[in-house]
């Protein structure tokens, strides 16, 4: 489904006012095909005393990131300058992060930190002043890959690498992209991470007309590695960038095992409010991108706080929803607060059948 008008003006109002609207958008992605089912009668307390927290970082990180909502703001493509600046002061005002594409130090004073160890090391100096670190295998294209990392030992020598040099005080964070999810998790948790990073936007990248991967079918084997390899137990994390678009989506990504999720496009939508003509969404990556003058006069602390309204209103909505799964905290959602109303997305996920009642044999046998 395309991003039409409805949901045009659902965003318009949130990043303006903050407040919830409590409509149910559908999304372009197969988290259509995954419906809630919340027991109604089973809440407990107050929806506001929902805990939604989530804490990266392992037993042994001394330095570890807590996260005050299970989202985080990322963007695949190198942002203009007051973009970068919103986007980064409204993660840190929600208590999260921002995963940008940006070379511009002084954005990233006074906020969340995200350093990043890559293919090129051009950016190996802001790992020391980051909050976490994103480890990155390859950039989207196979040339990009570490020329000097063959396999999981050197792969772990480099995450001992970057522990030792920030003195065990920062999470880790492993990124790829989706193919051989399954074994480049189970990688990933071998490795020692803190917590490991999939993306469903495939070879072509944000706005490419080059199709990603559903982020359905990049999460049933991401979470099968995690039961393999007891990353849960070891406390590591799963973070998924997608195109999630309402509060509806996040949840049933938790509930399906995300620990936190990535938004982009209804984050460019919100600050776009701002704008003298808001933007389409086919729009967004050509117009917010470095080399366009559409942000050129952006006020960014103004933009900044209605992408920060906006935020907090997806924080609301996911209060009341896990409110009403009968939940005190988001950690406690599970495959059983969801169902598919497709077999294909039974088949994909795991999760139970609507009519069926129950999980399919593959995934029970």
Avoid at 202 to 220: A, D, Q, R, Y
């Amino acid at each position: 489904m395309s991003w039409n008008k409805t949901l045009l003006n659902d965003i318009a109002k949130r990043a303006k006012s903050g407040k919830t609207t409590h409509r149910y958008i559908q999304s372009g992605t197969m988290m259509d095909e995954l419906v809630i089912m919340p027991p109604m009668l089973s809440a407990l307390g107050l929806a506001e005393d929902v805990d939604l927290t989530v804490e990266l970082g392992l037993e042994s990180t001394e330095g570890k990131l807590s996260m005050k909502v299970p989202y985080f703001l990322y963007c695949g493509f190198e942002p203009a300058n007051s973009l970068t600046a919103a986007m980064l002061y409204a993660a840190t005002t929600s208590g999260t992060f921002a995963d940008l594409d940006t070379k511009d130090p002084s954005a990233r004073k006074g906020v969340v930190n995200l350093g990043k160890w890559t293919p090129s090391r051009k950016e190996a100096p802001s790992i020391l002043e980051s909050d976490l670190i994103k480890l990155i295998l390859n950039e989207g294209h196979d040339p990009y890959v570490h020329q000097d990392m063959d396999g999981n030992a050197d792969i772990i020598k480099h995450v001992e690498l970057l522990r030792e040099a920030t003195e065990y005080k920062k999470p880790i964070i492993m990124e790829f992209n989706v193919r051989d999810e399954m074994e480049n998790v189970k990688m990933a948790v071998e490795c020692g991470v803190d917590a490991v990073m999939v993306s469903d936007i495939g070879k072509g990248g944000l706005g490419s007309p080059v199709p990603g991967e559903p982020t359905l079918s990049c999460m049933g084997p991401a979470l099968k590695a995690f039961e393999e390899t007891s990353a849960r137990e070891k406390g590591v994390k799963l973070l998924v960038k997608g195109d999630f678009r309402t509060s509806h989506d996040i949840y049933k990504a938790l509930a399906l095992g995300a620990d936190a999720v990535g938004l982009t496009l209804p984050a460019l939508l919100a600050i776009s409010t701002n704008l003298s003509k808001p933007l389409l969404p086919e729009e967004c990556v050509e117009a917010m991108a470095m080399k366009s003058d559409t942000c050129k006069d952006l006020d960014w602390k103004v933009a900044g706080k209605s992408l920060t309204n906006y935020l907090d209103s997806l924080k609301l909505d996911l209060k009341h929803l896990i409110y009403l799964s009968g939940h005190s905290r988001v950690r406690e959602l599970s495959d059983e607060d969801i169902a598919a109303i497709t077999y294909n997305a039974a088949a994909v996920t795991g999760v139970k059948l609507t009519g069926y009642g129950k999980k399919l044999p593959m995934w029970v046998h």
